[in-house]
């Protein structure tokens, strides 16, 4: 029960950051005069902005939603195996 609590929360707070990380950066996509293929729109609007301090923050972010999805799959898994196995 303690792992699917801690699963939960993990994923709560990386997708919540994740969210806010990338809302943050779409409104300086707007700005943007132009952009290049090889970056692309995004990575483009990040370096324009001065933003690019914000990738940390993003691969912290996903690592936490990862870790908790992982938390609650192998939770699942545990259960599902426990009833077949009955």
């Known amino acids: 029960m303690k792992k699917i609590i ?26 943007l005069g132009g952009w290049s293929d090889p970056p692309g729109k995004f990575m483009t609007a ?4 001065g933003a690019s301090v914000l990738i940390f923050p993003m691969i912290i972010a996903t690592i936490l939603l990862g870790v908790g999805l992982y938390l609650l799959l192998q939770d699942y898994l ?9």
């Open 6 to 31: 801690i699963g939960c929360c993990l994923t709560m707070v990386g997708a919540f950051s994740n969210i806010a990380l990338l809302i943050s950066i779409s409104f300086h996509v707007n700005k």
């Open 46 to 49: 990040i370096e324009g902005t």
């Open 78 to 86: 545990k259960t599902l195996s426990n009833r077949v196995n009955k």
